[in-house]
């Protein structure tokens, strides 16, 4: 069975530090990848997707970057955090080839940029 | 942009209780889904709904699409505190897009 991994759950960083949230996917290959970030309170905003490695496409222009190294890895950065990157994130998955089918998504990271 | 808007906002019942959730969007979807998110976690797909179908049913759930009104519900029957989450629609525009939009999700407390 797919499982998805995301960490860490929450994290609490001075602005102007460097990000790094790792996402992973077992149990399928070539997977369409996706970092969302949900405000409090708020629905969720997608902020880049993925539909192969070194793929990468941005929804909106912002302090983030994201990278896909690996098949099943996800990672979404920042070189330098600001106030305004707090935020629930979230990681995302759905089946290759399968747009706009269901998402599975992973338990979250908590972020708090102080 | 958000696409759907869920209504009410939030939702307070009784166990045992019947809980509606309205979802309405304004621009032609390929397919309407709904997920639950408990306090904390990670979304949890829920049911999907094709624009051709006009309703469907999983277990205690059963969601129902009006596509001349674009508007979606979700009926959830003999609630149980456990049922106590946010909810959220989601809507898919197809024609290659990769995009589902989320709503702001109505937060449904189911009272022991």
């Known amino acids: 069975s797919q499982t998805i991994h995301q960490w860490p759950a929450t994290l609490v960083q001075p602005v102007g530090s460097p990000l790094s949230l790792e996402c992973t996917v077992e149990g399928t290959s070539n997977p369409n990848l996706y970092w969302y970030r949900q405000a409090a309170g708020r629905g969720l905003q997608l902020l880049f997707y993925s539909v192969g490695i070194g793929q990468i496409s941005s929804e909106v222009p912002q302090n983030l970057s994201a990278s896909r190294p690996q098949d099943r890895q996800f990672i979404l950065s920042s070189k330098k955090l600001l106030l305004s990157d707090s935020g629930f994130y979230l990681c995302?998955?759905?089946?290759?080839?399968?747009?706009?089918?269901?998402?599975?998504f992973g338990s979250g990271t908590q972020l708090s940029v102080l | 942009s958000q696409q759907g808007e869920e209504d009410p906002q939030a939702l307070s019942i009784q166990e045992g209780e019947n809980a509606t959730m309205n979802c309405s969007y304004k621009?032609?979807?390929?397919?309407l889904q709904w997920y639950r998110q408990n306090s904390g976690r990670g979304l949890v797909h829920l049911i999907l709904i094709r624009s051709n179908e006009r309703e469907k049913h999983s277990g205690r759930l059963r969601v129902t699409l009006d596509t001349s009104k674009k508007s979606s519900s979700l009926l959830i029957t003999a609630s149980r505190a456990a049922d106590t989450a946010s909810y959220f629609c989601a809507t898919y525009p197809g024609a290659g897009s990769y995009q589902l939009t989320f709503g702001k999700g109505t937060k449904l407390s189911v009272i022991p």
């Open positions: 995302a998955w759905s089946a290759t080839g399968l747009l706009g089918e269901k998402l599975f």
């Open positions: 621009t032609s979807i390929n397919n």
